[in-house]
C-alpha cells in the first residue's frame, strides 16, 4: 500500500526510527560513519615509490589485465599510460575480476617492491615467478582487502552480478527514510534506479540529503524475512508492507562502514 499523505508519511517514519534504535541496540559494537578513507592514485605510487614502500594505501582503479593466477595490474593513468601497478591477492579468499573494465576495484593492502621470495614468506603465498617476470622489483600492493567499485546504478540495473558480493560504492544521498535506511543517486545514467542502503546502526555524525558518501557493504536482495533472521531484529507489521512493496526484491545494500566524501 503507497504512502498517500503526510500522516501516514508520519507515521512510517516513526516506525522505522523506532526500528532504528533496536538496530543500534543489537549493532551498537558497528562503527559507521567513519573519518574518510584517503584514496590514493596508482600513479602516485609508481613514481614516488620509496614514500610509500612498506606503507599501508588504498586505491580505486581500473583493472588492466590479470597476472598469473589471482593477481593482476591497475593503473589510473588516462588512456592507460604509464607503469601499472600489481595486486597481489593476499586476502585469503579468491576474487573475481569484472568483466567490465569499466567498473572498478578498490584495494587495501601494503605497498611493496616485488622480490617475489621474500613477499612469499612474509605473506604465506605461493607465487608463480614467470608471471611476473615484467614485475620484478616494481612496487606492487599486497591486497588484504580487495572488492568492487560500481556505480550505484550499475548495481541496480545488473544486481544478480553483485549480490552476496561485498562492495564499495560512492553516491550522493537522495532519500532518506529513517535511521538506518537510506538511498544512494548518482548523475551517470545507467539506467538504473536508486539503491537502497541499509546501515547497520545510526551514525555518529548525521548524513544529510544531497551529501556524498562512500559505503562499503554486502549486496544482497531486500527480502524482509531474511534480513530480519540475518541481523537479529523485526519490523512493524505495517513497515513491512510499505518496505515490499516498494523495496520487495530490489538489492540493498547492508552496510559495513560509511565515510563522507
Given amino acids: 500500500m503507497a504512502i498517500n499523505d503526510n500522516s501516514q508519511r508520519g507515521d512510517f517514519l516513526q516506525a522505522l526510527s523506532k526500528v532504528g534504535v533496536l538496530v543500534f541496540l543489537v549493532a551498537r559494537s558497528c562503527s559507521l560513519f567513519n573519518a574518510k578513507a584517503t584514496i590514493t592514485n596508482t600513479s602516485e605510487i609508481t613514481d614516488n615509490t620509496n614514500e610509500f614502500i612498506g606503507n599501508s594505501a588504498t586505491i580505486k582503479s581500473r583493472v588492466i589485465q590479470k597476472v598469473g593466477l ?94 552476496r558480493r561485498r562492495v564499495a560504492v560512492t553516491g ?16 551517470q545514467l545507467f539506467g538504473g534506479e536508486d539503491l537502497l542502503v541499509l546501515l547497520k546502526a545510526p551514525p555518529k555524525v548525521a548524513i544529510n540529503q544531497n551529501q ?8 544482497r536482495p531486500f527480502i524482509i524475512a531474511a534480513i530480519e533472521r540475518d541481523y537479529g531484529f523485526t519490523w512493524d507489521l505495517n513497515v513491512k508492507r510499505e518496505l515490499e512493496g516498494k523495496y520487495g526484491n530490489r538489492p540493498i545494500l547492508v552496510a559495513e562502514t560509511a565515510y563522507p566524501e
Fill in 172 to 187: 550522493k544521498v537522495e532519500n532518506i527514510r529513517s535511521p538506518v535506511l537510506l538511498t544512494l543517486h548518482e548523475n
Fill in 70 to 163: 589471482s593477481s593482476f595490474t591497475v593503473s589510473d593513468a588516462r588512456f592507460f599510460r604509464g607503469d601499472p601497478l600489481v595486486v597481489v591477492n593476499a586476502s585469503g579468499a579468491p576474487f573475481d575480476l569484472p568483466s567490465d573494465q569499466n567498473i572498478k576495484v578498490q584495494v587495501t593492502g601494503q605497498v611493496r617492491n616485488l622480490v617475489i621470495p621474500k613477499i612469499e614468506q612474509e605473506f604465506n603465498l605461493n607465487i608463480d615467478d614467470k608471471s611476473y617476470k615484467d614485475y620484478i622489483n616494481k612496487p606492487a600492493i599486497i591486497a588484504r582487502y580487495i572488492v568492487l567499485a560500481p556505480q550505484p546504478g550499475r548495481i541496480t540495473q545488473h544486481p544478480e552480478q553483485y549480490y
Fill in 212 to 219: 556524498t558518501v562512500s559505503i562499503t557493504g554486502e549486496v
